[in-house]
């Protein structure tokens, strides 16, 4: 079982590239989510999309947007990207909101110089 | 005062004794409660949820929840070395659409 996909896991942008961060879930999950992890902050959630067709912003959009693509997958776009936004980012899933038992990606390392 | 508050650690306990990992959160109208252990490198993973006051058992693992003082615990009995791994405690306001409000976790070290 695949679970939820993240792809790239490893990628090196420069100071205003902009870049697209791919998610996809094969568990018929109705929400997924956006999460950046630095050192000493915990998980702090980005967007989040409570069904397919519906996004919402969450502790942390600025410089970030997403688009639901369809009921698997969800995207997270770095329009302009900047040095703060280097940090580890994790895609989830869960099977319906409220519903707080995320399934997690193997996440993404992003080093923005 | 963050959210979520959890001792960074790092917790060092010897193999088969009691981990004891704490975290206070400041919103009272907190609904949902979650531990998540998370290895070095890896994506986190739910190992427990308790959603009322008490004690909650699963295997060797204990979670309890003190709503009154805003306090919620996992123990670890029996500690194992492979136990070793970041612990994120995690919260939800349930009219919040159910986004999680996550401590900056706790590192345990078991030592054989």
């Known amino acids: 079982n695949a679970g939820v996909t993240q792809t790239p896991k490893f990628q090196v942008l420069k100071t205003g590239q902009s870049m697209t961060l791919q998610c996809a879930q094969d568990?018929?999950?109705?929400?997924m989510y956006w999460y950046r992890q630095d050192p000493g902050m915990g998980l702090r959630l980005i967007y989040y999309?409570?069904?397919?067709?519906?996004?919402d912003k969450g502790e942390v959009p600025n410089g970030y947007n997403v688009s639901r693509l369809n009921k698997r997958e969800f995207s997270l776009r770095l329009e302009s990207a900047a040095p703060s936004q280097t940090s580890v980012y994790f895609c989830?899933?869960?099977?319906?909101?409220?519903?707080?038992?995320?399934?997690f990606g193997s996440g993404t390392q992003l080093s923005v110089l | 005062q963050k959210e979520v508050e959890q001792n960074s650690g790092p917790l060092s306990v010897p193999e088969g004794a009691i981990a004891s990992l704490n975290c206070t959160y400041s919103?009272?109208?907190?609904?949902?409660f979650f531990w998540y252990r998370q290895y070095s490198g890896k994506s986190p993973e739910l190992i427990m949820s308790?959603?009322?006051?008490g004690d909650k058992e699963d295997g060797r693992f204990t979670a309890q929840l003190n709503k009154a003082s805003q306090y919620v615990s996992l123990l670890i009995r029996d500690s194992q070395p492979s136990d070793s791994a970041t612990y994120l405690c995690?919260?939800?306001?349930?009219?919040?659409?159910?986004?999680?409000?996550f401590g900056q976790g706790t590192e345990l070290s078991v030592k054989p």
């Open positions: 989830a899933s869960s099977e319906r909101v409220p519903d707080e038992k995320l399934f």
């Open positions: 568990m018929n999950h109705n929400s």
């Open positions: 999309s409570a069904s397919e067709g519906t996004t």
């Open positions: 919103d009272r109208v907190s609904q949902s």
């Open positions: 308790i959603y009322s006051n």
């Open positions: 995690a919260v939800s306001r349930d009219n919040q659409g159910g986004k999680l409000i």
